[in-house]
């Protein structure tokens, strides 16, 4: 007791480390840095290129194209039509009369008021009328139905005034007052005019395709008519021409396939057509599809719906969003060389610090070629550098670039750009070209939006 002085000391206790408390810290903090890198760092998705095909939106609006001759009355009064719309009817062959007096009207309409038998011939041109009407309808341009309204009116015209034609043989020297017009050549007989008869395929816009501004003149049975009124032209040739707008990659495909097969979704006819592109300067590519049979059937129809019948296109599928372009430059094939480890590359000219000249061989990729160039990196080398031919002293200025299309491979942990050839394309996919020099192959992985990534970026 004798060490003991009587003071009291406070006792410490032992510092107790809680291991777990520890680790779930250290876990906690790196799930904090890990979303916090995913939400900062760009997020670059890989795609795998897979073989298959593609579906193309091959159905158009056309504007068609004929050989049409509008007629003008010589005379005023009321216009009497005798041939039915769509009928062929031969040179100097009666088309229709102009009534001065009004008693010509008077006579056929009680030449109609009459009870008649239809023929079989008669049914079968109105069962014509209605199914091809049926076939193209569309409630968004309700205005058709006002011309077929029109243009059944004509066949039953037609019909009922055969057996009228007869009673102007009864007005006896008093027929002076009637006007007979006869086809000046022969053709088919079309009562509408529009304004588009002279139409070229070179004079075509994009704004005509807009049927919203499209305007019909139907032509009437019994209206009054002036003189120099358009009383109803004639298509005088069985050649004619549906103009369509397409991209410039399909009119391409089509001008080189020169012929294509056409479904008229009208009446589900097929028919060949020949191809040649126009270009209007306007910035549109526009196709012309040219036909030597079919015009009857759609000659009272300036929009023609069709659909053109292409093989699938097989290959590799790639997602648009992947697509990118990219600036090369090009060099001339002479002025390219492989190096010491047989990599492709370019002499570049260098000086000594003596002023000597020297060549550095500089690796670059060829990423395509020409028959006389090859596409190689400008982010190397620079405009106005000067290659050196391999054993020559012959040199070349870099002075040209083109761009490439492609996409860009991460197969081995960087972007690197691979050039494709695009085949078919829509909305989301394209269809290139496979197993070709310099582009992809099946399984491929690529970047799946081209805009989240830089050239030979690292992938992580």
Same mark, same amino acid.
């Given at each position: ?57 091959? @159905?158009?609006?056309?504007? !068609?194209?004929?050989?049409?001759? $509008? =007629?003008? *009355? %010589? /005379? ?101 007052? @009637?006007?007979?017009?006869? !086809?000046?050549?022969?053709?088919? $007989? =079309?009562? *509408? %005019? /529009? ?266």
């Amino acid at each position: 007791m004798a060490g003991n002085n009587g003071k009291i000391r406070q006792y410490r206790k032992p510092l107790n480390i809680n291991l777990g408390i520890i680790i779930f810290s250290v876990i906690f903090i790196y799930i904090i840095i890990c979303v916090f890198l995913y939400f900062t760092q760009k997020q670059i998705q890989p795609y795998e290129v897979k073989t298959g095909s593609l579906s193309v939106d091959s @159905v158009y609006q056309g504007i !068609a194209l004929r050989a049409e001759t $509008v =007629v003008e *009355s %010589t /005379d005023s009064g009321y216009i009497n039509y005798y041939a039915r719309e769509g009928e062929r009817v031969g040179s100097g062959k009666l088309v229709c009369s102009v009534d001065e007096s009004g008693e010509l009207k008077e006579i056929f309409e009680a030449g109609e008021a009459e009870d008649g038998q239809l023929s079989e011939d008669d049914l079968e041109d109105i069962k014509s009328e209605v199914t091809g009407f049926m076939g193209g309808f569309d409630r968004k341009q309700f205005g058709e139905t006002y011309d077929f309204k029109y243009t059944l009116e004509g066949t039953a015209l037609k019909i009922s005034n055969e057996s009228v034609l007869t009673d102007l043989e009864s007005l006896g020297g008093n027929s002076s007052f @009637v006007t007979l017009c006869n !086809a000046p050549e022969s053709g088919i $007989v =079309v009562y *509408s %005019t /529009d304004g588009y008869e002279t139409l070229t395929a070179e004079q075509i816009t994009a704004e005509m395709f807009e049927t919203d501004s499209y305007q019909k003149n139907q032509l009437i049975n019994n209206e009054l008519v002036s003189t120099g009124d358009s009383i109803y032209k004639l298509v005088t040739d069985e050649n004619w021409s549906i103009v369509i707008q397409t991209e410039e990659d399909l009119a391409q495909f089509l001008l080189e396939e020169e012929y294509v097969q056409v479904r008229f979704l009208k009446n589900q006819d097929v028919s060949w057509a020949e191809v040649s592109v126009i270009d209007n300067g306007d910035g549109n590519t526009y196709v012309k599809l040219d036909f030597n049979n079919s015009m009857i059937t759609f000659c009272t129809d300036r929009f023609v719906d069709i659909e053109l019948i292409m093989e699938e296109e097989e290959g590799l599928k790639v997602p648009n969003s992947a697509i990118a372009e990219k600036e090369f430059f090009l060099v001339p094939k002479d002025f390219v060389t492989k190096g010491a480890n047989g990599a492709d590359g370019v002499l570049l000219e260098t000086f000594t610090e003596d002023g000597e000249a020297a060549t550095e061989f500089i690796a670059t990729t060829i990423y395509q070629e020409t028959e006389e160039d090859y596409y190689i990196d400008n982010s190397i080398l620079e405009v106005g550098d000067d290659l050196v031919k391999p054993d020559s002293t012959d040199t070349y200025t870099i002075s040209r670039s083109a761009v490439l299309t492609g996409v860009y491979n991460i197969n081995k942990g960087y972007a690197d750009f691979k050039e494709i050839q695009i085949l078919a394309q829509n909305d989301e996919y394209a269809i290139i070209k496979s197993n070709t020099t310099y582009g992809l192959s099946a399984y491929d992985r690529i970047v799946l939006d081209a805009e989240t990534v830089n050239a030979d970026e690292l992938i992580f």
